[in-house]
């Protein structure tokens, strides 16, 4: 069974930093690329990074691009966002979410998600 | 950035009922189109992938369909189970875009 299990969200001050991680099992991490995916409280869905299966292409959405940094330990089947210079504007529940394909993006399985709250 | 625009915002209907929920691209996306059931309280969970296709273990009561700009998810007899709220999402360029989300309530 596809389970991805994700960790460290928590309250955190503006301009204050977090790192999530993300536990995969019952697949073979390696071989797929991944995701971030956020949702605000009461609001819809926005991606915010992409990670290959290698770990050598990464995307980030406009947002948060220079304050966030996506990795990831194939031998240790763990995805990790290392957020940085937080916001208010960055609370959300942060999902780590596969994609099986090749040839375009699908988020097929999600984590139970994380919740992160930047407030003074 | 391709924005991702679903009508209606919401609904209500009775089990049993048929529904159709729509989602319009500001460009073409081909087929790119994703749709999403998100429970309260709970992960989205994949429906519909490259516009028609079922994911496995979804029943076969929701369908997806269109090309281009305007994309279609349709239930064919609505179950308790699937209220919920929906999402649209395209796969065609980065940044990938989320509609804003249906939601499906009881009548």
């Known amino acids: 069974e596809v389970q991805l299990v994700e960790s460290g969200g928590g309250l955190v001050q503006p301009g204050g930093s977090l790192r999530l991680s993300c536990a995969a099992s019952?697949?073979?991490?390696?071989?797929?690329?991944m995701n971030w995916v956020r949702q605000a409280p009461g609001k819809g869905l926005e991606w915010v990074s992409y990670?290959?299966?290698?770990?050598?292409?990464?995307h980030y959405a406009d947002s948060v691009k220079g304050r966030f940094t996506i990795s990831r330990d194939n031998a240790k089947n763990s995805l990790y966002l290392r957020m940085n210079s937080l916001r208010a504007e960055d609370t959300a529940v942060y999902y780590c979410?596969?994609?099986?394909?090749?040839?375009?993006?699908?988020?097929?399985?999600w984590g139970q998600g994380s919740l992160v709250t930047v407030s003074s | 950035d391709i924005q991702m625009t679903q009508s209606p915002s919401s609904l209500s209907a009775y089990v049993g009922d048929r529904v159709i929920i729509t989602c319009r691209a500001s460009?073409?996306?081909?087929?790119?189109l994703n749709w999403y059931q998100q429970k309260p309280g709970k992960a989205p969970k994949l429906l519909i992938y490259?516009?028609?296709n079922s994911q496995s273990g979804v029943p076969s009561r929701f369908s997806g369909g269109g090309s281009g700009t305007d994309f279609t998810l349709t239930i064919s007899s609505l179950q308790p189970e699937d209220f919920a709220t929906y999402y649209c999402?395209?796969?065609?360029?980065?940044?990938?875009?989320f509609g804003q989300g249906t939601k499906v309530e009881i009548e």
């Open positions: 979410a596969r994609d099986p394909s090749t040839f375009t993006t699908i988020f097929d399985s």
């Open positions: 019952g697949f073979t991490f390696s071989s797929y690329e």
């Open positions: 990670i290959s299966s290698s770990g050598s292409t990464i």
């Open positions: 460009q073409s996306i081909s087929n790119y």
């Open positions: 490259v516009a028609s």
């Open positions: 999402q395209q796969s065609y360029s980065i940044p990938w875009t």
